[in-house]
């Protein structure tokens, strides 16, 4: 299919191109940004005067609830809301029902997500045997069912030799651990440890939850050589140490969520379950250390850690309740918000959802670009196959997003494509206005969103 997107604001963080042109896409690739195509027939027109042009965005955590809820169309209705939010690629961690240990599981979601031909799907298999923390799975055998990296989800590995020992695997073949730094023993509370939670009777996580953490992981990381993505740090003093390691040149990458990097624990309020999040919500010198630690770069990439819960598991006691929180649909605000707050271009506020956690995925699954296929869009395309994700360039993918960066809005779950109607974000909460509405959504060349259709 031929489109033409017609006077929208082309931005590539990746380039630094920011310019109002036209963007010509033939056969799942961009054809010509700019210059005008003499031979080119458009099949579609779309008219982007007053929008922003971009790469499509990457999520590196996010919850898609198969295997488990085959029954309820979970699969379906989140990549749904994936393409509605933007998103044109995300990870998904193993701790699914069952646990991603298995090739002929991650066989089975790679192919649910290809026919739906929405979002693209990149699943991290389980570390170890249904993230019991004890025996190591085949790491090999799911990669090459197309696992793009391993790691444990929430559940943390408490005894410290088979993390050595999972770490030792994994450096042999250059895969890369995707590992949120949290103590097993300190990190059983259900909120961050302070004067709300003292005043609330909640039991606490402290910050040393996430810096003894870190510090062991580093450790591992120098004896064996491993490297280390970490999924949603949430503290200063884990900021400062992620620094410090960046600076001693371990092979090292993180992100943070977008719960973390604009509420606080007083969010909480009343024992409102919808702030039960994981990791728990930390003070505000915490928060401006995310925000300015994922500013200057020692924080790689901005995550939804979208988790949609079901409304029984939200409607009760706070302590009880699930943690998580939808979130997929509300990236792009919340990163432009960001952007905003730290007075950043929009080149640099998209970088962070775009070409920086497209440049992790792809030197995490440490594959080399290849011919871009034309055709259909795959979900279950390798990495390989994807020139240009995260970016907007000629030669590279068509997944872009389109959006409106002057629309605001408020938080209505009911509106929310997610079957999770969950989050902290919701105006009920005293949420605050949205910045930017997505108006389509295209992945390898097809429109896959259109707000008004």
């Known amino acids: 299919m031929n489109i033409l997107i017609k006077n929208g604001r082309v931005i590539d963080p990746s380039s630094s191109l920011d310019k109002v042109c036209d963007v010509y896409i033939q056969d799942a690739r961009v054809l010509a940004i700019g210059a005008c195509v003499q031979a080119f027939k458009a099949d579609t027109v779309i ?11 990457v999520d590196l955590m996010a919850r898609l609830k198969e295997p488990g809820y085959e029954h309820e169309g979970m699969l379906e209705s989140e990549l749904k809301a994936c393409v509605t939010g933007g998103v044109t690629t995300l990870v998904c961690p193993p701790d699914t029902d069952p ?17 739906m031909n929405l979002a693209r799907v990149h699943p991290l298999g389980a570390l170890t045997k249904g993230l019991h923390g004890e025996a190591l799975t085949e790491m090999f055998e799911l990669s090459q069912a197309g696992c793009i990296g391993f790691g444990q989800a929430e559940i943390s590995i408490s005894n410290t030799q088979v993390l050595q020992r999972a770490m030792q695997y994994a450096a042999t073949y250059g895969y890369c651990v995707w590992l949120r730094p949290q103590d097993y023993y300190l990190g059983q509370g259900v909120a961050a440890s302070g004067a709300l939670a003292t005043r609330l009777g909640l039991s606490g996580v402290p910050v040393a939850a996430e810096t003894i953490a870190l510090n062991t992981i ?88 979208h988790n949609p819960v079901e409304g029984d598991l939200k409607a009760i006691p706070f302590a009880q309740a699930q943690p998580g929180a939808t979130g997929v649909e509300l990236l792009l605000s919340l990163a432009l918000k960001w952007g905003a707050q730290q007075k950043l271009s929009l080149i640099d506020t998209l ?6 956690p497209a440049k992790l995925l792809r030197d995490a699954a440490q594959e080399k670009e290849t011919q871009i296929p034309s055709g259909p869009s795959s979900s279950a395309l ?16 068509a997944d872009i997003c389109i959006f409106d960066p002057e629309v605001t809005w408020m938080v209505n779950p009911l509106s929310l494509r997610s079957q999770g109607k969950y989050t902290p974000f919701d105006f009920e909460m005293g949420g605050t206005a949205m910045i930017g509405s997505v108006q389509s959504t295209l992945v390898g060349g097809q429109v896959a969103y259109s707000k008004n259709s």
């Open 351 to 356: 970088r962070v959802v775009t070409s920086g």
């Open 382 to 397: 390798s990495l390989t196959s994807l020139g240009g994700l995260g970016e907007l360039r000629v030669g590279g993918i």
């Open 47 to 57: 008219e982007a005067k007053g929008h922003v042009v971009a790469p499509g965005l």
């Open 218 to 305: 580093f450790a591992l990381m120098r004896s064996t050589g491993a490297k280390v993505h970490l999924c949603r740090i949430s503290s200063a003093a884990g900021v400062a140490l992620v620094a410090g390691a960046k600076a001693e040149g371990l092979p090292l990458s993180c992100d943070v969520s977008i719960n973390s990097l604009h509420l606080i624990d007083q969010d909480i309020g009343f024992f409102d379950s919808r702030a039960r999040l994981t990791p728990p919500l930390r003070q505000q010198g915490d928060r401006e250390a995310l925000r300015e630690g994922l500013a200057n770069g020692v924080i790689d990439a901005l995550v939804s850690d």
């Open 99 to 115: 646990v991603l240990d298995e090739p002929g599981l991650v066989d089975m979601l790679k192919f649910r997500a290809e026919k």
